[in-house]
């Protein structure tokens, strides 16, 4: 069963790009953004959206079916949650 996958990541950061390309190699659906490229209410809003899944604001942050949270690069834990 497809999740839905979403991953907040930096535009400078390595962890996030190669969390990014794990998810790809993987064959995993997601979406992405790069908080450090918004603007305005969208940067304060994606914030605000981080600190409720991960209240450090580190990256990457990535949420799973809006539940399972996995912050940074846990390849394991990302193939479980992800049903792979």
């Known amino acids: 069963m497809a999740k839905n996958v979403f991953l907040y990541a930096l ?12 998810l790809d190699n993987k064959n995993i659906d997601f979406d992405f953004v790069y908080v450090d490229k918004l ?8 914030i605000e959206e981080v600190k409720k899944y991960n209240p450090k604001v580190s990256f990457p942050t990535i949420v799973i079916d809006g539940e399972k949270i996995i912050v940074g690069l846990n390849k394991e834990e990302i193939l479980e949650a992800c049903g792979k």
């Not at 603007?39 to 994606?46: L, S, V």
């Open 11 to 22: 535009s400078t950061c390595i962890h996030c790009k190669n969390t990014k390309e794990f």
């Open 39 to 46: 603007t305005g209410d969208e940067r304060e809003k994606a």
